[in-house]
């Protein structure tokens, strides 16, 4: 029912996680673990909670009810299928929600008041009112698993009572929604910019932000396009894995290039790796490098509040003033529903064209 595993951390010390897991008919429906300096600690522990959870079982409770809530983020991260990974900001939000002022407490003990006080608390943090609401979103997520598959009672309307609270005292809400587009003036800054770095700077900066200006694609997306997906003869391209909410991986698109999008791709050097083998992508550099580039780029200029991300909304709002319909639009994009798409639409009056 227990395990005990040696590892060997930095400094070179050995650590020792214990790890107990329960089945029923096949599931597993319970798993904690904990770390500790020796083994001899690690077995005493395994040891008395495997009497424990036994006891909980002998009394017809249900095994898991006594679980912080460290212990049940740990569980769900474990039901996380391998075909269908998270996303950086879900996995690192669970990770420190289950290090944070909540982590030993017991979920089912959990009242309004705890998840009050936890959020006002990462307000005091620094964090914004969607940031904190978040927070209750993923909290959420790992309550209502539990009470299916581990059949656990879970405080979720506790938590929907603490979350109306919250949102009518206004200290949890929704994003605010960009609305932000870089300026004639910004861009030429930015071009000049990396007119002059990019002769002697690896990764072609210049050409990358009018890509995305021209591609509407996120910094992510462009350095995962290959050359084998590219079709010229089309103006098309193949997007492995594209964002989805529920479904990423296996989840390829084609997306229309724009005239220029495409010049630009076709000016881009094909690289080899050092046993002289091709480089199967268009743009082969770091997403975050390429973020902090543009970022450190708008600081040394003096250029406020622009993301690398609001070159998307740049995109999307000239495809409209050029003239695309919605459903065009939607082929450069690749968004799924006109109510996605209109938050990264900001159309300038003054370039929109009359028709007849």
């Known amino acids: 029912m227990g395990s005990i595993l040696a590892r060997r951390r930095a400094n070179g010390a050995t650590s020792y996680t214990a790890t107990i897991r329960l089945k029923a008919e096949g599931k597993l429906v319970h798993r904690e673990s904990e770390t500790f300096p020796s083994k001899a600690l690690a077995k005493e522990w ?15 409770e249900t095994v898991g009810t006594r679980m912080t809530v460290a212990q049940m983020i740990t569980w769900y991260a ?26 030993d407490k017991r979920v089912d003990r959990l009242t309004h008041a705890d998840f009050i006080a936890y959020t006002q608390g990462r307000r005091k943090e620094g964090a914004g009112p969607a940031t904190a609401a978040n927070d209750l979103i993923w909290l959420r ?4 698993a539990a009470r299916v598959a581990l059949r656990v009672p879970v405080p979720l309307q506790e938590l ?29 800054m930015l071009d000049e910019k990396f007119s002059h770095r990019d002769v002697r700077a ?18 992510e997306e462009i350095t995962r396009l290959r050359w084998d997906d590219l079709n010229v003869a089309t103006a098309t391209c193949l997007l492995r894995d594209a964002k989805h909410p529920t479904r990423k991986l296996g989840n390829h698109k084609t997306f229309k290039l724009t005239p220029a999008a495409l010049e630009i791709i076709q000016r881009q050097p094909r690289v080899q790796h050092d046993d002289g083998s091709e480089v199967p992508l268009i743009f082969p550099y770091n997403p975050k490098s390429i973020g902090s580039i543009f970022t450190r780029a708008c600081q040394v200029l003096g250029i406020q509040d622009l993301h690398f991300h609001d070159l998307r909304h740049e995109a999307t709002s000239r495809l409209f003033e050029a003239g695309y319909s919605i459903h065009e639009v939607a082929l450069f994009t690749l968004h799924e529903s006109w109510a996605t798409l209109k938050r990264y639409t900001n159309l300038r009056p003054e370039n929109l064209q009359h028709r007849l």
Do not use: C
């Not at 990358?208 to 694609?217: D, E, M, Q």
């Open 46 to 60: 395994m040891t008395r909670r495997e009497a424990e959870l036994a006891g909980q079982r002998a009394r017809g």
């Open 202 to 219: 690896e990764i072609p900066m210049r050409d990358i932000i009018w890509f995305a200006i021209h591609s509407a694609r996120r910094q």
């Open 141 to 144: 997520q790992v309550f209502r």
């Open 78 to 103: 474990s039901q996380m299928a391998e075909d269908n990974p998270w996303g950086r900001s879900k996995s690192a939000d669970l990770a420190r929600i289950g290090e944070g002022a909540l982590a």
């Open 160 to 188: 929907d009572d603490a979350a109306e609270y919250l949102r009518q005292q206004r200290i949890i809400g929704k994003p605010r929604q960009r609305d932000r587009r870089p300026s004639a003036a910004e861009l030429q």
